[in-house]
């Protein structure tokens, strides 16, 4: 059984802050790694991606992942309350008709 | 593009009712996806579709049927719905690539009495 965990919070932090969400994942396999936003009623949104060790970082969001460890962390630089969202991991092997596994979500509250 | 398309946007049944669920993508993706989202449960992965023509269950698949009609569209059925089946659900697609990001419909939210 593939296993991806995340704490569910809520993670609250200041606005400008940075916001340091993980997840961890119980497949050594894992080839790919995915953080989803989603805004309360609405779909999952495609953020960042990563698929080798280290930091991948778009903007201000930053992907760490590290295999060795099965953990893969989504920091936010500069919170803005418009980050306010959940942010789902999900995790994937490659090859074939892999589906990745998604964790439960983190809740973020960035305060003003 | 309008990505991935999903109707209704909302549902009322009954217990016993059937329906379709329906989802088209027009990225010219090759795996699709049906997920339902609970409250504190996260996605659970219904049932898939790796490629036109295939169709597999995934980890919630009891009391579903799906179809995949063609390459653009995969659609969900409640043959007999039950209050458990009371959710949101999001169809989703790939390319199907090694990488496989997905891309998500805008939900259906079903609510059965």
């Known amino acids: 059984q593939k296993e991806v965990e995340q704490n569910s919070g809520p993670l609250s932090v200041p606005e400008g802050a940075i916001a340091s969400l993980n997840c961890t994942y119980s497949?050594?396999?894992?080839?790919?790694f995915f953080w989803y936003r989603q805004y309360s009623g609405k779909s999952p949104e495609l953020i960042m991606f990563i698929y080798s060790n280290g930091d991948k970082e778009d903007g201000r969001f930053t992907a760490q992942l590290n295999k060795a460890s099965q953990y893969v962390s989504l920091l936010i630089r500069d919170s803005q309350p418009s980050d306010s969202a959940t942010y789902l991991c999900a995790v994937g092997t490659t090859g074939g008709s892999y589906i990745p596994t998604f964790g439960r979500g983190t809740s973020l509250i960035v305060h003003p | 593009n309008a990505g991935v398309t999903q109707t209704p946007k909302f549902q009322v049944l009954k217990t016993g009712q059937s329906m379709t669920l329906q989802c088209a993508q027009d990225?010219?993706?090759?795996?699709m996806y049906w997920y339902r989202q609970d409250p504190g449960m996260g996605l659970r992965l219904i049932y898939y579709s790796a490629s036109e023509g295939t169709t597999d269950k995934g980890e919630v698949p009891n009391g579903y049927n799906v179809s995949r009609l063609n390459k653009r569209e995969f659609s969900l059925r409640l043959e007999s719905a039950a209050p458990s089946q009371t959710s949101v659900y999001f169809c989703?697609?790939?390319?199907?690539?090694?990488?496989?990001?997905?891309?998500f419909g805008p939900g259906t939210r079903l609510t059965v009495l």
């Open positions: 497949d050594r396999g894992s080839q790919s």
């Open positions: 989703a697609s790939s390319v199907a690539s090694s990488y496989n990001e997905q891309f």
């Open positions: 990225m010219n993706h090759n795996s």
